[in-house]
């Protein structure tokens, strides 16, 4: 069973037995309300539990400057376990490397061209969490 939230600018569904958000972008660009909105929807789906995501998307979505600066926000990560972008266009590769390499990210995070193997790889990294979380394996946390 899925949870899902649809308006004219994006699709996300929730797969509680699989604890993967799956969000879907139409050809419209994300502004920063936009962000906020998801998070609070997607809290309110995952109810504090740990969660991988997949994001993919039209050719002609966009973000924009204060949507990338609102999702950079570190609360965005608090149960986010790895996340999976699925690229389709040049233009997708170029935002999703930006995202992945500048961007505050969870430590996995990955582009993909297949559904398929992105979801495979979610899969891999929520069980690798459940595994190690009981194990006391926290990550390493460096002051400046």
Not at 40 to 65: E, H, M, N, P, R
Request: aromatic share 14%; charged share 30%.
């Amino acid at each position: 069973m899925e949870n899902r939230f649809e308006n004219d600018k994006y699709i996300i569904r929730y797969f509680p037995t699989d604890d993967i958000v799956e969000f879907f972008m139409k050809d419209q660009e994300i502004e920063a309300k936009d962000v906020i909105e998801m998070h609070d929807i997607v809290l309110g789906f995952v109810k504090g539990k740990k969660y991988g995501t997949i994001f993919t998307a039209q050719s002609f979505f966009s973000l924009s400057a204060d949507a990338r600066a609102e999702g950079a926000k570190p609360e965005y990560c608090e149960f986010l376990i790895a996340q999976a972008f699925i690229v389709r266009n040049l233009a997708q590769r170029l935002l999703g490397n930006f995202v992945v390499r500048f961007l505050p990210r969870p430590k996995q995070a990955k582009l993909f061209t297949d559904y398929q193997e992105a979801r495979k790889w979610i899969l891999e990294k929520i069980e690798n969490h459940k595994k190690n979380k009981g194990m006391g394996i926290q990550p390493l946390v460096f002051n400046a």
